[in-house]
């Protein structure tokens, strides 16, 4: 006997069938885009696989904005990933470090006389260059990075970051009308000094911030006012000071440290 086949019959308004090969295109846009952004983060230099799940989960990485959870995926080429706010983007291999800089050891790369210097005190990989520089007998922080467009725009004189100095002087207390003449500008050989934020916290010494960075800036300004430094400290460089960095310690900028010195220096990395 002849069995007739059942072939379902379309109805008659359904819509028709989408081809194949259009089919196999909307599956694909539907699977996971991009990588996970643990392994974007390890691969960009904020720690282990570990560490950057840990930094997603405590909520402190966002993607376009949104704080992000873990197993999130992204495509870096399009998705704006920040931790702390600091867009990943600004440490591929990047790195900065904050050094107290101890008396005697030199802010250079390397000495002809042999001394120390104070980039023997830091990792030798990746090699990194101080930003700015004090002088051999200043101790104190110094920012040491191989980000030279950062370390160009802080030391660019227009946007120079506020440094300030504790300042032990020779010859007593200060007189108001010297410490006037700090604060609105001094005649120096190469020209006068800009407003500057000066107290005297004790009788002869000084607490002086400026955001220039000439030669021996500090201690020129105060041989001009008749009392030369007897003691020159830095103890802060923007939003940047730790009383716990011992002379010769270092330690890495934080996120949020680098989020505020990148903004300090006027314009984002990488813009
Ligand atoms: N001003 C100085 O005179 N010396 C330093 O090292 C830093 C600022």
């Given at each position: 006997m002849h069995r007739r086949e059942h072939i379902p019959r379309r109805a008659a308004h359904a819509a028709p069938e989408r081809p194949l090969w259009e089919q196999w295109a909307a599956e694909s846009a539907a699977l996971?885009?991009?990588?996970?952004?643990?392994?974007?983060?390890?691969?960009?230099?904020?720690?282990?696989r570990r560490v950057c799940e840990e930094l997603i989960a405590s909520g402190r990485v966002t993607v376009n904005g949104d704080v992000a959870v873990l197993g999130r995926r992204v495509?870096?080429?399009h998705d704006r990933v920040e931790v702390d706010g600091v867009p990943i983007g600004v440490r591929p291999g990047l790195v900065y470090y904050?050094?107290?800089?101890?008396?005697?050891?030199?802010?250079?790369?390397?000495?002809?006389?042999?001394?120390?210097?104070?980039?023997d005190l830091v990792p030798a990989e990746p090699r990194v260059y101080p930003v700015g520089r004090l002088?051999?007998?200043?101790?104190?922080?110094?920012?040491?990075?191989?980000?030279?467009?950062?370390?160009?725009r802080l030391t660019h004189p227009s946007?120079?970051?506020?440094?300030?100095?504790?300042?032990?002087?020779?010859?007593?207390?200060?007189a108001q009308g010297k410490l006037r003449s700090l604060r609105e500008g001094i005649e120096l050989d190469d020209g006068m000094t800009a407003p500057a934020q000066v107290s005297q916290p004790t009788p002869g010494v000084l607490r002086i911030t400026i955001h220039e960075g000439r030669n021996r800036q500090v201690r020129r300004m105060c041989e001009a006012i008749g009392h030369p430094v007897e003691r020159?400290?830095?103890?802060?460089?923007?939003?940047?000071?730790?009383?716990?960095?011992?002379?010769g310690e270092w330690r890495e900028l934080t996120p949020a440290e680098l989020k505020a010195l990148v903004e300090a220096a006027g314009s984002p990395v990488g813009s």
């Open positions: 996971p885009q991009g990588e996970r952004l643990q392994k974007v983060l390890a691969t960009r230099g904020w720690g282990s495509d870096t080429e904050l050094l107290n800089k101890p008396l005697g050891v030199v802010t250079t790369a390397s000495d002809p006389q042999g001394r120390p210097t104070v980039v002088d051999v007998n200043t101790s104190g922080l110094l920012l040491l990075t191989n980000d030279g467009a950062l370390a160009q946007h120079g970051v506020e440094k300030e100095y504790l300042v032990e002087v020779a010859g007593g207390a200060v020159l400290v830095r103890v802060r460089i923007g939003s940047l000071s730790d009383r716990s960095l011992k002379p």
